[in-house]
């Protein structure tokens, strides 16, 4: 019956190869119902083979000799060293991202930066006109020097001692408010952002994210900050090792955990970590999106096999064939971390053990093997 089922599919699609579009003939014309119909029947003869290609293996397997056999290729268990990371997202950031605001009400006289300009703490930025304040500031300062130094006439003298102590008030009031006619750095970094032009009225701000007049951010103090799970806190600590990787701009660095908080978020269950960014990575910028892989564990006298071979039976059971007196032999094992396509065996196999690696798909226990590796 199969036979002639299979027959009838060449028999079908013979007679309609000639006749029938091409794939791009399909594409051009833009007939998706046809394309899906033709998947559709190609996804069901693939089944259909697939399913009569393993019936020929297994009888295969069962009459090519008079003691049946199925060729596997195997592998001999060892020690391996496995180093296992979990992988974070995490977000560039810095403490020291600031956006300055004017001191004082008045025009914008002077700005002495520009937007991507390094600057040094404390360097002026921009200046305000002062509407008269150093010229006010000379003049008290003069009359307060007549008491230090007793110049200028007996009544200016008399005058000046009793009104020594008002002026003096006044004079550290002006100094005051004449230095925030000038918007200085705050800090050492970089003029990210400049908000305001020369000529322009400016005054403090009534409420927050009014009134900006510079954003200045130091890249040299940036750090890595991730939200953690709670159940890594027994794993994850100051010093340890991290891998980041920053897709964006595929750069990736190592460094270690510099800062992991003491307390658990009560909503989230997560607590925060901060790992150090190198200050030679110029190129990194805050609020970039990057991965973070921790160094959880290791072992270096892991047994790895390939992920692959593993199984899960009925039951729950994970297991792979193992080969004793040229037998497969179904041995149920328990599993650790994975690394590059392998999987540590922490249950179930000993060293010097020997495991089918291609093969296991299609045996049974206890059915006998012959091996073929390609170095044999």
Avoid at 158 to 172: A, D, G, V
Avoid at 193 to 217: C, H, K, T, W, Y
Avoid at 232 to 259: A, C, D, M, R, Y
Wanted: net charge negative; proline share 3%.
């Amino acid at each position: 019956m199969k036979k002639h089922f299979y027959l009838l599919i060449f028999l079908l699609i013979s007679c309609d190869s000639d006749n029938k579009k091409t794939i791009d003939d399909l594409i051009n014309e833009g007939n998706l119902e046809e394309l899906q119909e033709r998947r559709s029947s190609l996804i069901i003869q693939k089944g259909q083979i697939n399913r009569e290609l393993d019936e020929i293996t297994e009888g295969v397997s069962i009459l090519d000799t008079a003691k049946s056999f199925v060729l596997v290729n195997t592998i001999t268990t060892k020690k391996q060293i496995i180093n296992h990371y979990s992988k974070f997202q995490g977000i560039i950031k810095t403490d020291q991202n600031m956006i300055l605001y004017p001191e004082f009400s008045g025009r914008i006289t002077k700005i002495y930066v520009n937007e991507g300009d390094r600057v040094n703490k404390g360097q002026a930025l921009a200046k305000i006109n002062d509407g008269g304040l150093f010229n006010e500031l000379k003049l008290v300062d003069r009359q307060s020097k007549l008491w230090n130094d007793k110049i200028g006439s007996e009544i200016q003298y008399l005058e000046s001692k009793t009104n020594y102590e008002i002026q003096k008030n006044r004079l550290e009031s002006l100094k005051q408010s004449l230095a925030k006619t000038t918007i200085d750095a705050p800090f050492s970094g970089t003029i990210d952002e400049i908000f305001i032009e020369e000529g322009n009225l400016v005054s403090p701000p009534m409420m927050p994210d009014q009134g900006n007049a510079f954003r200045i951010v130091n890249l040299n103090e940036l750090y890595v900050e991730a939200v953690i799970p709670e159940n890594f806190i027994g794993k994850i600590k100051k010093g340890t090792q991290v891998l980041v990787e920053i897709p964006v701009l595929n750069i990736t660095f190592n460094s270690t955990i510099k800062h992991s908080v003491s307390s658990i978020n009560k909503l989230s269950r997560t607590f925060k970590i901060e790992v150090s960014v190198p200050k030679n990575e110029l190129d990194l910028i805050p609020n970039l999106n990057v991965e973070i892989n921790i160094f959880d564990y290791t072992n270096s006298e892991a047994i790895l096999v390939p992920e692959s071979i593993v199984s899960e039976d009925s039951e729950n059971n994970k297991f792979l064939y193992t080969i004793e007196n040229n037998k497969a032999m179904k041995t149920i094992v328990e599993t650790g971390y994975t690394q590059n396509g392998m999987i540590e065996i922490t249950s179930g196999l000993s060293l010097n053990q020997t495991v089918i690696n291609e093969g296991g798909r299609i045996v049974k226990d206890g059915q006998n093997v012959k091996i073929y590796n390609d170095n044999e």
